[in-house]
């Protein structure tokens, strides 16, 4: 079974800074995803990636599968990005196993 | 953009009684997941469909929950005798691959008293 843990749990921030949220796994996956929630609950897809560094905008994914970890990067924050960041990874079939998320709040 | 819809948004229901949650998925999607989140708790997967049949649930699932796909465009999760502990926000997600990005539908708030 697939152990899935984030860190920090908790992060803040100022507008301007780099942010990185770190994800560990416990066995081998096909694919790792990470995932924002708002605070109304809803959830959206930002990245999956099975090896390598993915961008999009300001924000940076990258995986390294002989580690089994990830991290999610921000560069120059904005009180916007505030919200809760979840890993989480497709094993050996497709769904997805949920980290705990990593709520970021980021202040003007 | 295409999206995952899902209703009712909300729902109080009482403890024994029987809830539908539907989603309508992207409609070139395949693959077809319910997941929940209980309010403070990290997403739990419930079940994965395809083909018309389940293909993997986990422990949640027990026999008071079922999924059709009753029309080819809805996607249902049923929950035959809630009880209080099914209170959490249900989750449809659809994909165009088996493993894919999966797209969330924006929830069901389900509480049961």
């Known amino acids: 079974k697939n152990e899935v843990e984030q860190s920090p749990q908790n992060l803040t921030a100022q507008e301007g800074e780099f942010i990185t949220i770190n994800c560990s796994y416990s066995v081998g996956i096909s694919a790792l995803h990470w995932l924002q929630q708002h605070p109304g609950g809803g959830i959206v897809s930002l990245f999956m990636l099975s090896s390598g560094k993915k961008k999009h905008g300001r924000l940076i994914a990258t995986i390294n599968i002989q580690e089994k970890h990830s991290s999610l990067h921000i560069t120059a924050s904005h009180p916007r990005d505030s919200a809760v960041y979840i890993c989480a990874v497709s094993d050996n079939t497709d769904k997805l196993i949920f980290g705990t998320g990593t709520r970021l709040q980021v202040f003007p | ?113």
Request: hydrophobic residues 35%.
């Open chain 2, 1 to 113: 953009e295409p999206e995952v819809t899902q209703t009712p948004s909300h729902q109080v229901t009482q403890m024994g009684q029987e809830v539908i949650l539907r989603c309508v998925p992207i409609s070139n999607h395949l693959y077809f997941y319910w997941y929940r989140q209980i309010l403070g708790q990290k997403v739990e997967f419930l079940v994965s469909f395809y083909n018309n049949e389940i293909s993997e649930k986990s422990e949640i699932f027990d026999d008071q929950f079922s999924v059709e796909r009753p029309d080819g465009s809805n996607f249902t999760l049923k929950i035959r005798s809630t009880k209080l502990e099914d209170s959490a926000m249900y989750f449809c997600a659809s994909s165009a691959e088996r493993v894919g990005t999966q797209y969330f539908g924006p929830g069901t708030r389900l509480l049961v008293l």
